[in-house]
């Protein structure tokens, strides 16, 4: 640990304090506190049906944990019967193990304001996770640099309704493998006063997160309170390999929260029928969740369920389709029935380009998310191509689009304000209600409005060149990323960061594979 | 009436048998029945609060039957408080005239297998209705042309989820106002053997619709079935124009169907808060629904909704936001609460071009349509620029993501098969479900799949020229029409058809106002 950890020990809130006196302040958006319902796709019946199949395959098929002898022992003393790496759990164990899980907690940000609640009826909204390529209109597609993540985790911070920082924003392949988690780590710590998500890609880069966070944070408020949310995905159908659960280990016992998430391609890591799907998924996420909490109990956990289907002709992912709302709806009921944060959904996407299709396939996506009751939503902007890519152009139009969730979950007011019917009487039969006292009170807040998209007359739309949404988007995007300046940090911090991430480079020789 | 009429006398079934015979067959997707729940966003009290408030708009403020002297009279009769053209309801009689409505109807086809059942649990879909300019990517933007009535037409007929054949697909600017009608009924009538609607404009064209009707079907069989679904919008706030409400007679005395239908931009012809909208809905709908009824008691009608809101900045009315899907589902609860059916959505878009706002704003607008109970779905695919084009790419590419609506709908099957609990175990931990043979069993028909979308690899799509949506569809129009086939008519109702128009327009000199 640095000096700088030590001068941290008083807590995380110093470092909030002086950011609020002296940042210039960007407007977020609180996290999502539905006032709707959730839309309950299933019966009873249906839901008691995959719950019993999904106990059936723990029991009778099991899951396997690779390469893991430690988890294997831990299984055994917790009652599952364990044949070399198979391990089958008798019904109703896993379950009963689950019970220690928290149905909602709080992932802290340096930036107090931008603390998220996960869980309940919240929804939480983080950025694309993952891809190896970016695409702009200017430079086209090309392998993602550390310099694109830099700008990603920008335009986060610069995002009004993203409230997270998300974790691999791109995979910057310029920057060895054993090391780029430090990087990236560094720019969300600084770059940014949103929450984070932990490097996962090995135990060893899950434990530098700790020790980054601790930091960040001071090592008692780290160990006190949640600060990193990372993505923990299973080897669907059934399979738990050593370097996500080792990673697992380390947050678990670190009281760090983890999403444990089915990777789950229907058809080809899970039946092609959705309710076989949703077995399969529940199953994995009752061993995963278990897993935590047999290292943990208590250990904050999130109920995920990454789905998509196959295009059967090529052998495709697809995205925003009927089959994958299903999955979304139905995992999300699951979730609730087990009392857990459900992480699923995202502004997916197949499209090549942030064309029609990326925006029907993205909206199809964030719509079911929303009513699905989803508390975290990764992946909620700037995915494109199934994935593979971080548009710049779609990272600013889907993050304008999640204005809609904000404003959708609001519900409907029928206060006296909202009943409007003095202005119905004011207005009269033929009148018009832009001028009257009501409209002219409520105008401001009474409709979203995209920060983005094109509603001027046409004469005007064609006379500033007749743009798409792509050239609206590439002109936002190259705006707020030369309006951006960096939250406040104490130096000192900063300093023990670069200083933290400088040694451990230096500590080891560059992989690349 | 013509000769020919007379020989259809013996009822609308022979035109069809004879189409069964000798077309070319297009596969039409049956209209949706759902097998989901609606989403029922509002809880019984705000229902209630909006329900009464309503009434007492009745009652109290009242609506202007506009240069009607027969419906005051009507109205008085009925037992309403008339003073000049305002019309006050007391409270409950509008909701006890409605109760004659029936809450489902056929409408019937000339090709009975594209009957369509409109309420209950069924979505119908018909395409953009009224847009006064068309658009596609080689012509660019400008006036509608019968010859693109006759295109928007064909590709109705030829696009497999779309039920019905609509009205005004795009306005016919090169044929006198005064007769356009019947060009445009000519074109449903011949060119498409799905369900269509009547003209609106005056009541005379409403009276032309139901005759040229009689020739298609024969007389009888119109007298006793319902083969027309007509648009009747309200001027809301409020007020029911002496146009619109002698078109509404024709047909209601015709027992062909009228949706009764608010206009509504939010913050202009309403209040600016959602259940004040829902208050002027549901006391507009009454008032007309219970003037067809006073008119015709159990005369067909749709509850309408067609509702958007207004930026405040712009004035331009926008589409696939927030409140636009409040007031949808808000509406739907209502009209379920009357026993009507329901008619509102659309792939509504602000957008110039079929890009990706038109994408997101479009799909936000058609799955909030799905959940919220919509029966007859006019607009559902061509809309473009808040409804000012019709545009040819945009309708194939919405008609494409109809079919994602019919799979949604479908639910989730926990039958056997459904369960898939075989291929869990054949598969096993670590295994892949694309050889297995439950697989093989579904795949066909497990996922929905897209006609246009893009899934290709990304070497493959870029070698075909990296092409976005809009010129994949463009691609689409050109196979559609030169595909097309006209469905098989009677050749002497065809000519009765085309004499009826001739003569119709030789009675009258060329208007263009």
Redesign the interface.
């Known amino acids: 640990m640095s000096a700088a950890v030590g001068r941290r020990a008083r807590g995380g809130g110093g470092a909030a304090r002086r950011a609020e006196r002296t940042a210039v302040r960007r407007d977020t958006a609180r996290f999502i506190e539905r006032n709707?319902?959730n839309?309950?796709?299933?019966n009873d019946?249906?839901l008691e049906?995959?719950e019993h199949?999904a106990e059936?395959?723990l029991e009778?098929?099991?899951?396997?944990f690779v390469e893991n002898p430690a988890a294997l022992e831990r299984w055994k003393e917790a009652g599952a019967d364990v044949k070399g790496e198979?391990v089958r759990i008798p019904r109703g164990l896993a379950r009963q193990l689950c019970a220690t899980a928290p149905s909602q907690f709080t992932q802290a940000a340096r930036n107090p304001e931008r603390n998220v609640e996960i869980g309940g009826r919240n929804l939480v909204l983080a950025p694309v996770y993952g891809p190896p390529f970016v695409r702009d209109a200017a430079g086209g597609?090309r392998y993602a640099t550390m310099e694109d993540f830099r700008n990603f985790v920008k335009l986060g911070y610069m995002s009004k309704w993203l409230h997270h920082s998300g974790g691999t924003v791109c995979e910057p392949t310029d920057v060895p493998v054993n090391k780029r988690h430090l990087d990236m780590l560094l720019a969300h710590m600084t770059l940014s006063d949103k929450p984070f998500m932990g490097s996962v890609t090995e135990p060893v880069r899950a434990a530098d997160s700790v020790e980054m966070a601790k930091i960040l944070f001071g090592a008692d408020f780290v160990d006190q309170n949640t600060v990193m949310t990372s993505l923990i995905n299973i080897?669907s159908?059934?399979?738990f390999d050593s370097v996500m659960m080792g990673a697992l280990e380390v947050y678990a016992r670190a009281n760090q929260a983890a999403i444990i998430s089915p990777f789950i391609v229907?058809?080809?890591?899970?039946?092609?029928?959705?309710?076989?799907?949703?077995?399969?998924v529940l199953a994995e996420v009752l061993a995963g969740v278990a897993y935590s909490q047999i290292i943990r109990p208590g250990a904050p956990v999130i109920f995920g369920a990454f789905v998509t289907?196959?295009?059967?002709?090529?052998g495709?992912p697809?995205f925003?389709?009927?089959?994958a709302?299903?999955i979304t709806y139905?995992a999300g009921q699951l979730a609730r029935r087990l009392g857990l944060p459900y992480r699923s959904g995202g502004g997916f996407c197949?499209?090549?380009?942030?064309?029609?299709?990326?925006?029907?396939?993205?909206?199809?996506s964030l719509?079911?998310a929303l009513?699905a009751g989803v508390n975290f939503m990764l992946h909620s902007c700037g995915w494109l191509?199934g994935g593979?890519v971080s548009s710049y152009e779609?990272f600013v139009?889907d993050a304008d689009?999640l204005g809609?969730?904000h404003?959708?979950a609001?519900?409907?007011?029928?206060d006296e304000?909202?009943?409007?019917?003095d202005?119905?009487?004011e207005?009269?039969?033929?009148?018009?209600?832009?001028g009257c006292s009501?409209?002219q009170a409520?105008?401001?807040s009474?409709?979203?409005?995209?920060d983005l998209?094109?509603?001027?007359?046409?004469e005007t739309?064609?006379e500033e060149g007749?743009r798409?949404?792509?050239a609206l988007?590439g002109v936002r995007v190259q705006k707020l990323l030369a309006d951006y300046e960096a939250p406040a940090l104490d130096p000192g911090i900063h300093e023990a960061l670069t200083d933290y991430v400088a040694r451990k480079k230096e500590s080891m020789p560059d992989t690349f594979t």
Chains 1, 2 share one sequence.
Do not use: C
């Open positions: 709707i319902p839309f309950e796709l299933l019946e249906a049906i995959i199949n059936t395959v009778e098929i099991g899951v396997n198979r597609r080897n159908p059934l399979t229907g058809g080809a890591m899970a039946p092609v029928t959705v309710a076989g799907t949703l077995t399969q289907s196959i295009d059967m002709n090529s495709a697809t925003g389709t009927p089959e709302a299903h139905g197949g499209s090549k380009l942030p064309d029609a299709q990326a925006g029907y396939e993205s909206a199809n719509n079911m009513l191509e593979l779609k139009m689009q809609t969730l404003h959708l609001r519900g409907i007011s029928t304000n909202g009943q409007a019917m202005a119905i009487r207005v009269g039969p033929g009148g018009h209600y832009l009501h409209t409520n105008f401001k009474a409709f979203w409005r995209s998209l094109d509603y001027k007359p046409f739309w064609e007749a798409d949404t792509q988007a």
